[in-house]
Structure formats: structure tokens, C-alpha cells
């Protein structure tokens, strides 16, 4: 029985993409750079910040979650679409018979399990050392997916900025992230943001993840939590479609 061919083609988009993917976890995932900005970097980042916090170490177990997705999934592609521009193995990667969308969502999907695997580390240190409970697994476990994949298409997309330097798309990065950080409720409850700056907050994906991964320990939002999983969606959306565009003009 032969499949449709809109899904075997899909089917074949899913395996290139899981390759390319696959290809970047044996190359990308131990190197020191990468364990560094994804691991360490947001630990020191969240303890620098809670230093004289009243809360108690349990509490911030959703913030922490949040600053590792934040920066585990999108730290693979900016390091490794660079790399491999310099090496070539990028222009032979464009040249293979593999879409674009394939591209795209392989390179995002790296990040993405990259981000599940390091945000393992919180997770159970708040379970088991905190005695932080978790009371909405469902909520946690769609929080826990679509940011980490909105945030690895955020990383795909800078990464598509034509420079065989590493550090010149991670400092642009970089200048998204880190305000990301601030205005998605993550140190600052989102309803004491001050009245002028409170529109911001919905210009960041960051901000229905993390309302999200706050509730499934709380079982309290500050937005729906439809609301939050919807414009998620949209905004993984946005980015695939737009690192699709880019790719696809930097490869003529």
C-alpha cells in the first residue's frame, strides 16, 4: 500500500529533519562552548539575580526552567550553521536534496532536545532536593515543549544571518535574549511591571512559556492558558517561516 504523497512527503521532510538534527548532537552537544552559554551561563545568570530573594529556593524552580530554555535552545545553531559555513559542510548541506523546511525545523530540533536534556537538571533538583511539587503536569509538560521549540526557532532564525563567526550571531542574539529575560515575568511578576512598559511583555514568546511552566507549579496564571499555548504556535510560526525566507536567500 503506497502512502499519499503529501504524506510521504512529510514523512521525508520528518527524517531529513530528524538527520540534520541528529548530525548536530554528536557533533555540537559536548562541546565547551556550548555547555557553557547553555548550562552555566543561565545558572550564574538566575543565581546572580535571586541573591537576597525572600523566596524560598523551591519558588524559583519556575524561573530557573525558564532562563535554561531560554538560552540551552537557542545556543546550538548559532554556533554550529557558523561553523559548518566556514568548514562548507553548510553549502553542501543546502546543495543536498533536503527543502528548506527540513533545514529549518532539523536545526530548530536540535535545539529543542538540547534545551529538554539541560532543563532535565532544575527539574529534578527542584523535585527531589526543594520538594517542589508539581501540580499541573500537563501545563509544565506543553510549557516545557513549545518554548523550548519557539526559542530553538528563535535561534535558527538568527543563525541565519550569513557570517562564519559564532560570536557575531550570538551577540545579536543576545540583544533579544537578555531583554526577552527581564520582561517575560521571569524576576519581575508580570503584574509589577510599571502600566508604560506592560504592552512589552506580550511581544515575547518568553512570556506564555513562562506563564505556562509558573502555572503547572502554582496553578496560577496571569494570562489564559490558551492563550499562552496559541500565541506559542504563532510565534513558532512566525519564526520557521521567516528563517525558511532567510535561508533560502542567503543560499541564491
Known amino acids: 500500500m503506497t502512502r499519499p504523497p503529501l504524506l510521504g512527503q512529510f514523512v521525508t521532510e520528518l527524517r531529513a529533519g530528524w538527520a540534520i538534527a541528529k548530525k548536530d548532537m554528536v557533533i555540537y552537544y559536548v562541546r565547551p562552548n ?13 543565581l546572580a539575580f535571586s541573591v537576597g530573594n525572600t523566596q524560598s529556593p523551591g519558588a524559583e524552580i519556575p524561573g530557573l526552567l525558564a532562563i535554561t530554555i531560554l538560552f540551552s535552545a537557542s545556543s546550538i545553531m548559532p554556533v554550529s550553521v557558523p561553523i559548518e559555513r566556514r568548514t562548507k559542510t553548510f553549502d553542501r548541506l543546502l546543495s543536498a536534496p533536503v527543502s528548506l523546511n527540513a533545514l529549518v525545523f ?8 538540547f534545551s529538554l536534556a539541560i532543563a532535565i537538571v532544575p527539574f529534578f533538583a527542584g523535585l527531589l532536593i ?7 503536569a500537563v501545563a509544565l509538560v506543553i510549557g516545557f515543549a513549545l518554548s523550548s521549540f519557539v526559542v530553538a526557532s528563535l535561534g535558527t532564525l538568527f543563525a541565519a544571518y550569513p557570517t562564519e563567526s559564532p560570536g557575531d550571531v550570538m551577540s545579536m542574539l543576545n540583544v533579544v535574549r537578555l531583554p526577552m529575560m527581564f520582561i517575560s515575568g521571569v524576576f519581575i511578576p508580570l503584574a509589577s511591571i510599571p502600566e508604560p512598559w506592560h504592552a512589552i511583555i506580550y511581544f515575547s514568546p518568553l512570556t506564555y512559556g513562562y506563564d505556562l511552566i509558573q502555572s503547572s507549579y502554582s496553578g496560577t496564571t496571569h494570562i489564559d492558558p490558551v492563550l499562552d499555548v496559541i500565541m506559542l504556535l504563532v510565534f513558532i510560526a512566525i519564526f520557521q517561516v521567516l528563517a525558511i525566507r532567510l535561508y533560502k536567500r542567503s543560499s541564491v
Open 34 to 46: 556550548i555547555i557553557v552559554t547553555g548550562l552555566l551561563f543561565p545558572l550564574f545568570m538566575f
Open 106 to 113: 532539523g536545526e530548530s530540533m536540535s535545539g529543542f532536545l
Open 130 to 136: 526543594f520538594n517542589t511539587p508539581v501540580n499541573h
